[in-house]
């Protein structure tokens, strides 16, 4: 650096106003600036900041006990409250309502894939899905490098798993369509391009079963963990690991993988 140069950053380094107290990201705020490099740039104390300028509000101080609250207003920061833990040491079954993943602030989403069907459906890539095991061309977001991550999920099965396995992976029922959660006027993930359902044969879901004589749903689950653990090595959640169980559904949520939002197993020597 030349000695203008040099001058003139101490200048400006002198003049920048101090940071404001109380006015960095909070913790979990932080898992999305580490998950989304592409799209999300920072950060405030209230909202984080996506590179195109937008600001996503973060917490709207309301009071969420309620789960169906929860579930159907909630704010960015609530989409992280829960931990999600990856692998096979994992609460079987769930306890109740609890959700990592399912809770999903769809403001958010449409920031990064598109508000409309035409947006999303002008960003989507080809992925070759498991095409040596009877799989097919799927299509999925090219942001984030959903896409690029959906097909590394692919190779890895192919090149990992017995061919059972493969074969019942390669059966993909459904990625990207423009939709709301049946029964719910939620919008589904798959309206984004970010998730996927596969091995329907081998799928339980929630919404089949009768709740017992308390209101609760029994967890089932005949969906090979060798599967899951690949799809979460990529980036992808389970929703095997949910209370409201969906076990052929996978979907792209980087920032529940993430410290401090992941559950991780602690260790002992």
Request: with cysteine; charged share 25%; proline share 9%.
């Amino acid at each position: 650096m030349t000695g203008g140069l040099l001058l003139l950053a101490l200048v400006l380094a002198a003049a920048a106003p101090p940071p404001v107290p109380g006015d960095t990201p909070p913790p979990t705020m932080r898992c999305f600036i580490a998950a989304y490099p592409e799209t999300v740039c920072g950060g405030s104390a209230d909202a984080l900041a996506l590179c195109d300028g937008a600001r996503i509000p973060w917490d709207d101080g309301r009071d969420k006990s309620d789960f169906d609250t929860l579930l159907n207003a909630p704010d960015l920061q609530d989409t992280v409250s829960m931990r999600y833990r990856p692998g096979r040491d994992y609460a079987s079954p769930p306890p109740l309502n609890f959700e990592p993943g399912r809770i999903r602030y769809v403001p958010f989403f449409e920031a990064l894939y598109g508000a409309t069907r035409a947006e999303v459906k002008a960003k989507l890539a080809p992925v070759r899905w498991l095409l040596a095991s009877g799989g097919k061309v799927v299509q999925m977001t090219r942001v984030n490098g959903v896409a690029a991550a959906l097909q590394r999920v692919s190779d890895d099965i192919e090149r990992e798993l017995p061919r059972e396995l493969r074969e019942l992976a390669a059966k993909c029922s459904g990625t990207f369509v423009w939709r709301e959660i049946h029964g719910t006027g939620r919008r589904s993930m798959h309206s984004f391009g970010v998730a996927i359902d596969v091995g329907v044969a081998r799928s339980d879901y929630w919404d089949w079963t009768r709740p017992d004589k308390d209101g609760r749903y029994r967890y089932r689950n005949r969906f090979p963990l060798e599967v899951v653990e690949i799809f979460e090595r990529h980036g992808f959640v389970w929703g095997g690991k949910w209370y409201h169980f969906d076990t052929m559904h996978f979907e792209y949520r980087p920032e529940l993988l993430t410290p401090p939002c992941v559950d991780t197993p602690v260790t002992t020597p």
